[in-house]
């Protein structure tokens, strides 16, 4: 049994339940959120999930680089373990800007519906991708991709763009050049709020020095 801590609509705490009961129950909870930018290289990068995850089939798309739920208890900053486990990155919260709360509703599968408070952040995360040990099974690979052509793909302008791959295998991480298309990527990300569009402006902002109001 897994406890997160739940809350009423308004963001009230109302005690805790196991995540599985909370996704069945639709009840509300937080989670904390990531994407990677390297303001060097200006580059972005972002996850692909490890298959069996879900009670639902999901496809391999590519998501936000850093994801996951908060467990009971947890003050937001200790949200940073979450990048700790499935980049293999030790970093401390300090290094993070937070870029603002998400509140989303979506039902997935009858028994998987996620009311969400999403806590998200960018990672200012100047390596390279060789450098990011991928500690977590969960995870299955990463996407690194220019931020321009980001935001292109993310608006509609383009449907593929270049792209780094780091996959695991069975002998460790493979690194290949491949492209990513907007199939790969999640469509209620794309479509409803704009959610991929909007952090990736913010990541621009971010490496053109803004500090104010960057908001995903």
């Known amino acids: 049994?897994?406890?997160?801590?739940?809350?009423?609509?308004?963001?009230?705490?109302?005690?805790?339940?196991?995540?599985?009961?909370?996704?069945?129950?639709?009840?509300?909870?937080?989670?904390?959120?990531?994407?990677?930018?390297?303001?060097?290289?200006q580059r972005v990068?972002?996850?692909?999930?490890?298959?069996?995850?879900?009670?639902?089939?999901r496809p391999d798309y590519a998501d936000?680089?850093?994801?996951g739920h908060y467990q009971a208890g947890e003050t937001i900053p200790e949200g940073v373990r979450e990048v700790h486990e499935e980049l293999g990155l030790h970093i401390t919260y300090g290094d993070l800007y937070p870029i603002g709360l998400r509140q989303t509703a979506v039902t997935l599968a009858p028994d998987y519906i996620e009311r969400e408070f999403q806590h998200?952040?960018?990672?200012?995360?100047?390596?390279?991708?060789?450098?990011?040990?991928l500690a977590d099974a969960e995870v299955s690979g990463l996407v690194e991709i220019a931020l321009d052509d980001a935001i292109t793909l993310a608006?509609?302008?383009?449907?593929?763009v270049p792209a780094r791959y780091a996959t695991r295998t069975d002998n460790g991480l493979e690194y290949s050049e491949a492209t990513?298309?907007?199939a790969d990527l999640i469509p209620n990300y794309l479509k409803l709020d704009q959610?991929?569009?909007?952090?990736?402006?913010?990541?621009?902002?971010?490496?053109?020095?803004?500090?104010?109001?960057?908001?995903w």
């Open 120 to 133: 998200w952040h960018l990672i200012p995360l100047d390596v390279a991708l060789e450098e990011i040990p």
């Open 1 to 41: 049994m897994k406890l997160i801590d739940v809350f009423n609509d308004r963001y009230e705490h109302i005690g805790t339940e196991d995540k599985k009961i909370a996704h069945a129950k639709g009840l509300w909870h937080r989670t904390f959120s990531a994407l990677a930018i390297n303001s060097t290289t």
């Open 64 to 67: 936000i680089t850093v994801g």
């Open 155 to 160: 608006d509609g302008a383009t449907d593929a």
């Open 45 to 57: 990068v972002l996850q692909k999930k490890a298959p069996g995850r879900y009670t639902f089939d």
């Open 180 to 182: 990513l298309t907007t």
């Open 195 to 215: 959610l991929y569009l909007r952090l990736f402006v913010a990541a621009r902002r971010f490496c053109a020095g803004e500090r104010t109001h960057v908001f």
